[in-house]
Nanobody, 123 residues
Framework: QVRLVESGGGLVQTGGSLRLSCAPS????????MGWFRQAPGKEREWVAV????????FYRDSVKGRFTISRDRANDTLYLQMNSLKPEDTAKYYC????????????????WGQGTQVTVSS
């Protein structure tokens, strides 16, 4: 069974930092794009950051540019999201995704999803 397991979420004050991790099991995604999405209550799931298989191409949504950093460790096939200068509006459940087939900004294009990890930023 293929799984993506996220960790690292939690409660943090405004301006704080968190580092999310995503570890696959059941197969490797070293040759696939990977990304982070988030979904706040009552809102649609939105993409946050995506990274190409080799890590050369990286994209961020405007609201997180300069604050979040996506990276991947191909040796252990783990995806990361370093989140700094967190704001209350970053509060959401964050999901790891892998293997897009189509527009990476479209959540329906991604083949594999984790269960999500909650990030809550208090004001």
């Amino acid at each position: 069974q293929v799984r993506l397991v996220e960790s690292g979420g939690g409660l943090v004050q405004t301006g704080g930092s968190l580092r999310l991790s995503c570890a696959p099991s059941g197969r490797t995604f070293s040759n696939d794009g990977m990304g982070w999405f988030r979904q706040a209550p009552g809102k649609e799931r939105e993409w946050v950051a995506v990274i190409s298989p080799g890590g050369r191409n990286i994209f961020y949504r405007d609201s997180v540019k300069g604050r979040f950093t996506i990276s991947r460790d191909r040796a252990n096939d783990t995806l990361y999201l370093q989140m700094n200068s967190l704001k209350p509006e970053d509060t959401a459940k964050y999901y790891c995704a892998a293997d897009p087939d189509g527009s990476w900004a479209d959540s329906s294009a991604w083949g594999y999803w984790g269960q999500g990890t909650q990030v809550t930023v208090s004001s």
